[in-house]
């Protein structure tokens, strides 16, 4: 029953806010950005708390005072599916997100994403994939923070995933930190391959920022794995408690 409710409960509330919608477009084609931004945060935070609150996730979120002031690339690990919602809610605020490209075929969901200013990546086409990450660089010399998932696909709660360099190499390029974030019992959510909900209770921290100015060449290429190894370690210390 839960399921069916959330679902039920996602697809009304996109349909309900459709004036909403409409409202911000014409305030990003009048060049009210800030308004616009603004809006579309509290409207994208709001729809995201409730969904996660559907669900039954009894969220954790430690480190908040980790995350400095200005434009940052938020790293996370990637376990489930509701990662996205998390990410978008435990931040200091809505952020763009690097999703993957079969996200766009969501009809509603892109289009509030794109006026999140999320970015849709086809990680089988290297050029596109190049060129979404030069958008997210722009972004970042914009004043906005950017939060990418670098395993690209959900490990559902299981052994970290490689970290793509590339993902992470739009943070060094820009010259902004990069804020680590660990996320534990997502995947108990909604697994991988399901569709079913189950109320589950999840952790996130957020470690201290990565500074990546003045990095030397091969401390950027180490840079992935140090992540990778930084967020499983403490996910094995928040698991321990």
């Known amino acids: 029953m839960r399921t069916i409710i959330w679902f039920i409960y996602f697809w009304l509330y996109l ?8 409202h911000v477009k014409r305030l990003e084609q009048r060049g009210q950005r800030e308004e616009h931004d603004r809006l579309v945060r509290h409207y994208v935070g709001d729809w995201a708390s409730r969904l996660l609150r ?6 954790e979120t430690t480190g908040r005072e980790n ?29 763009p997100l690097v999703a993957k490209k079969e996200i766009q075929k969501i009809p509603m969901i892109r289009s509030w994403m794109e006026e999140l200013r999320c970015v849709f990546i086809d990680r089988q086409d290297a050029r596109q994939s190049m060129d979404c990450l030069k958008r997210a660089q722009e972004l970042l010399k914009e004043g906005y923070s950017v939060v990418i998932f670098p395993e690209g696909t959900r490990n559902n709660g ?3 995933l490689e970290f793509k360099a590339g993902a992470i190499r739009m943070a060094t390029r820009a010259g902004v930190p990069i804020v680590p974030v660990c996320i534990d ?13 189950h109320p589950a209770k999840v952790k996130i921290h ?13 401390e ?19 698991r321990m408690e």
């Open 158 to 160: 299981k052994e970290l």
């Open 185 to 197: 019992g997502s995947c108990n959510l909604m697994g991988k391959g399901s569709l079913w909900i």
């Open 220 to 238: 950027i290429r180490a840079l992935p794995e140090h992540l990778r190894e930084q967020i499983a370690q403490e996910i094995q210390k928040m």
């Open 206 to 218: 957020i470690l201290p920022p990565v500074s990546t100015e003045q990095m030397s060449r091969e």
């Open 67 to 95: 995350i400095p002031q200005g434009p940052v690339v938020f790293v996370g690990n990637h376990q489930g599916y509701f990662d996205i919602p998390l990410m978008i809610t435990q931040m200091d605020k809505p952020n």
């Open 15 to 22: 349909l309900v806010s459709l004036p909403r919608y409409y």
């Open 54 to 59: 559907l669900a039954g996730a009894k969220v």
